[in-house]
């Protein structure tokens, strides 16, 4: 499996921007679907984004189009999330996850094996 470190969390006002990392080690990463998924207090843990290992494929939540995009940088060992035009129901906090190799963005969280410790969002309204 692979470890995975989220960073970028805090707190923004609603309508600002935040950009979330994910730094991954070992050298599988780069043949990884990688996905972005948020928790809120109370409420069950939900997909946010994914990206294919090539970055050809991507998929989002209703609630992320338009406003999230994910991309990946597979020389950094890095999967990002630039998140704009926050909303507070955006609060929550975010996790990182790896899933299959060689496989299309997926938004099934049973896909998925390697999970981060996760980094809080809090927007303010």
């Known amino acids: 499996q692979v470890q995975l470190v989220e960073s970028g969390g805090g707190l923004v006002q609603a309508g600002g921007s935040l950009r979330l990392s994910c730094a991954a080690s070992g050298r599988t990463f780069r043949f990884l679907t990688m996905g972005w998924f948020r928790q809120a207090p109370g409420k069950e843990r939900e997909f946010v984004a994914a990206i294919s290992w090539t970055g050809g494929s991507t998929d989002y939540a209703d609630s992320a189009k338009g406003r999230f995009t994910i991309s990946r940088d597979n020389a950094k060992n890095t999967v990002y999330l630039q998140m704009s035009s926050l909303k507070p129901e955006d609060t929550a906090v975010y996790y990182c996850?790896?899933?299959?190799?060689?496989?299309?963005?997926?938004?099934?969280?049973?896909?998925?094996?390697?999970w981060g410790q996760g980094t809080q969002v809090t927007v303010s309204s």
């Open positions: 996850a790896a899933g299959p190799k060689f496989a299309p963005a997926t938004g099934s969280h049973h896909a998925y094996d390697s």
